[in-house]
């Protein structure tokens, strides 16, 4: 049966993943709380984006960081999340903002990478994912 999920890192490399889960998905919630709160109109009325679109965002920062943290759901989650940052990412370069300075697009970028990384790569073994959809190895032993 096919997989979606890459083998499942172990080892230092599983702590690092983890850790980068935890930090990253924090931010996730945090940055999604205030739009969770009013999904389909935290742009504001200004706004040209479809509101529809603005949920998704929304759902993809809070709920995308509530599963990184858990390590559930991980390439579902982190497709949401590449999806935003790549949103937002084009939309700082079309606005003309720098790379420093005030809000630009390097932290939309960063977060597109970690994204990128986690599709990828997988969540490593101290997550649910492993726990939940890890195959068992063949025996191959009579």
Do not use: N
């Amino acid at each position: 049966m096919p997989s979606i999920f890459p083998p499942f890192m172990s080892g230092p490399p599983a702590a690092g993943l983890l850790v980068l889960r935890v930090v990253s998905g924090a931010a996730f919630m945090f940055h999604g709380w205030r739009k969770i709160q009013d999904p389909f109109g935290w742009m504001g009325d200004e706004s040209v984006m479809p509101a529809v679109l603005q949920a998704l965002a929304a759902l993809s920062e809070f709920g995308g960081g509530l599963c990184w943290i858990l390590g559930l759901l991980t390439p579902l989650a982190s497709f949401g999340i590449l999806c935003t940052m790549a949103v937002a990412v084009s939309t700082h370069v079309l606005r003309g903002d720098p790379f420093v300075g005030r809000p630009g697009y390097e932290p939309a970028l960063v977060y597109f990478s970690v994204a990128l990384l986690f599709l990828l790569r997988g969540p490593g073994v101290l997550s649910l994912d492993a726990l939940l959809f890890r195959r068992p190895k063949f025996d191959h032993r009579p």
